[in-house]
């Protein structure tokens, strides 16, 4: 197994640092990057920078790509019963499976991969259980008016228009 990324193993701050030069940077001047670490102290190579911003950027245009995806969902989907959670949370398991099809061999990934997954079909399910408590709400909301209603002897045209409207909502 290949040693751990010096750069990696940066101090959050510095490694925070890095990540912001690289951006500004448009992930050039990789001789500039590790002359600046070496005057924080880090000795680090250019051709380590170089490999850890290569991956860093290539992090960052999976993560746009996969924000464009979700604008794109949410505005097709807009969010009628949380439509737009289920895309989003169905997109990211995919990028997830993904990602999992292409581990590399000692599979270190695996056990975050697997807590986020188990995140994400938790929050399926949690809103699958929202919507069906919603629609029961609904429902019941709608035997009480038209309860209601009956007793005062409501025009039937109303309490059509009445129940139309309330049925509307899901």
Known sequence: MPARSKVTQLPD????????RLIRGGFSDYTALAGWLAEQGFEISRSAVHRYG?????????????????????????DDEGAMNEALIRLVQQKAFDALVRLDADGAILPRMGVMIAKLSKASVDQNKWK?????????AVENIEEKLKSAKLDPEALRVVREEIYGIF
């Open 54 to 78: 290569q991956e860093f950027e290539a992090n960052l245009a999976a993560i746009k790509i996969a924000t464009e995806q979700a604008r794109a969902v949410a505005e097709a989907a807009g």
């Open 132 to 140: 069906a408590e919603a629609r029961r709400k609904a429902a019941q």
């Open 13 to 20: 701050p510095l490694k925070a640092e890095l990540d912001r």
